[in-house]
């Protein structure tokens, strides 16, 4: 059979049981995908890998009925010309759809998984990975209805009815203790936690606690759900901890005398700071859990654009950017990371590292590094979430 080579542009990123649309009124299904070879289009063929170079792959159409195309071509007035895509929007192509057919992964199946902000941008999508390796997911939001929607969604796209919600508003301390309290009662270990829960507020409030929002919700709440679910995850191990950092922490300015930023407020100044303090904090955690079967790993997921990062509280020049480049900063390609330190058998054992949004082990800021900086953010961050300095211990009977 002779097959005409032929590439459409818009199949760049198509999942089973989605269409390839070839014109806004007509679509093509697509049946089966076999990653690295090929996706079948129902009826008509299937489109291939073909490596130009190091950088860049060809997307072909092969076509099992080159007549029949040609001829629907001619009716919908589409002409195909071929067209050459980078490698990495291939790979954005082969890892989604390897989620959906390898559901059953095995490094995943029986591992409990907790996720913060898991109702929701990035958050929603490190869950449905994860999901659909065979994890069973508990997400974490605060508004129930939207938090069932999300939780529906999920099963659907991975296929794992196995996930829970759990409802909690991460900006109030006495909330954080309650939603340990419960995932405590209701399950008998955790595998895998990951702090992803963020937020931005365009003016500065203080919590019922006394304790700044975008400090509370994106450095506190973190470190003292870490500290109460610390002898679950002990019990558990080997055990991970993924929080979810940003580049944004490069371009803080870190004022140990005024965490809080009580003197002139910015959104994006304190998000960032936060982001700096629970880095510094991150790496401190590290170094206190070694040889203890528990690891923690910082994900940088990148730009990705989210409600937060289009919201009023960014400057207007990263939201427009954000509300511009909605097709290309994906929350599913940030969500990659965080994904991959939570699952993957290659940082087995890896403790206190940065990874960036491909992956790949980096350096975070000079700032992060400063140990004196740490171990005033330790002592800071307990006293205000009211915890012992040391860690709890767990010791099996």
């Keep these: 059979m002779r097959n005409a080579d032929r590439v459409h542009p818009e199949w760049q990123r198509r999942e089973v049981g989605e269409s390839v649309f070839l014109h806004p009124a007509f679509g093509i299904e697509v049946s089966t995908f076999e990653p690295g070879k090929s996706i079948v289009l129902e009826g008509w063929g299937a489109f291939v890998v073909d490596p130009v170079d190091g950088r860049t792959t060809r997307v072909i159409l092969r076509s099992r009925?080159?007549?029949?195309?040609?001829?629907?071509?001619?009716?919908?007035?589409?002409?195909?010309?071929?067209?050459?895509?980078?490698?990495?929007?291939?790979?954005?192509?082969?890892?989604?759809?390897?989620?959906?057919?390898?559901?059953?992964?095995?490094?995943?199946d029986g591992k409990v998984v907790l996720v913060t902000g898991g109702t929701g941008g990035i958050g929603k999508d490190?869950?449905?990975?994860?999901?659909?390796?065979?994890?069973?997911?508990?997400?974490?939001?605060?508004?129930?209805?939207?938090?069932?929607?999300?939780?529906?969604?999920?099963?659907?796209?991975?296929?794992?009815?196995?996930?829970?919600?759990?409802?909690?508003d991460l900006s109030s301390q006495a909330e954080v203790?309650?939603?340990?309290?419960?995932?405590?009662?209701?399950?008998?270990?955790?595998?895998?936690?990951?702090n992803n829960a963020g937020a931005l507020y365009a003016r500065r409030f203080e919590t019922t606690e006394g304790i700044?929002?975008?400090?509370?919700?994106?450095?506190?709440?973190?470190?003292?759900?870490?500290?109460?679910?610390?002898?679950?995850?002990?019990?558990?191990?080997?055990?991970?901890?993924?929080?979810?950092?940003?580049?944004s922490h490069r371009r803080a300015k870190l004022d140990l005398d005024d965490l809080q930023m009580k003197e002139h407020y910015s959104a994006s100044a304190a998000y960032s700071r936060a982001k700096l303090i629970n880095l510094l904090w991150t790496y401190e955690l590290a170094r206190r859990l070694e040889d203890t079967g528990v690891a923690v790993n910082l994900a940088d997921p990148g730009g990705a654009s989210t409600d937060?990062?289009?919201?009023?509280?960014?400057?207007?020049?990263?939201?427009?950017?954000?509300?511009?480049?909605?097709?290309v900063m994906t929350t599913e390609k940030a969500a990659r990371v965080s994904i991959h330190l939570a699952s993957s058998?290659?940082?087995?054992?890896?403790?206190?590292?940065?990874?960036?949004?491909?992956?790949?082990?980096?350096?975070?800021?000079?700032?992060?590094?400063?140990?004196?900086?740490?171990?005033?953010?330790?002592?800071?961050?307990?006293?205000?979430?009211?915890?012992?300095?040391?860690?709890?211990?767990?010791?099996?009977?």
């Design 65 to 108: 009925t080159a007549r029949g195309l040609a001829m629907l071509y001619d009716v919908l007035g589409v002409e195909i010309s071929h067209f050459i895509m980078e490698r990495r929007m291939l790979e954005g192509i082969k890892e989604r759809t390897e989620r959906n057919t390898n559901a059953g992964n095995a490094s995943m």
């Design 126 to 168: 490190i869950a449905e990975g994860l999901a659909s390796m065979g994890a069973h997911v508990v997400v974490v939001g605060r508004d129930q209805s939207k938090g069932e929607d999300a939780a529906a969604e999920i099963r659907a796209r991975s296929g794992n009815e196995a996930l829970e919600l759990m409802v909690a």
């Design 177 to 194: 203790h309650t939603l340990a309290t419960e995932f405590e009662a209701s399950h008998d270990r955790l595998d895998v936690l990951v």
């Design 212 to 247: 700044e929002g975008t400090l509370m919700v994106n450095h506190l709440a973190p470190v003292l759900l870490t500290n109460l679910l610390l002898l679950m995850l002990q019990r558990s191990t080997p055990s991970r901890i993924v929080n979810v950092s940003s580049w």
């Design 308 to 327: 937060m990062t289009r919201s009023d509280a960014m400057p207007w020049i990263f939201r427009t950017i954000n509300r511009l480049g909605q097709r």
């Design 345 to 397: 058998p290659e940082v087995e054992g890896v403790n206190g590292a940065y990874f960036d949004n491909k992956g790949k082990r980096i350096k975070s800021s000079k700032a992060s590094y400063d140990e004196e900086a740490r171990k005033r953010i330790w002592e800071v961050s307990t006293g205000l979430a009211k915890l012992d300095r040391s860690l709890p211990v767990y010791e099996a009977e």
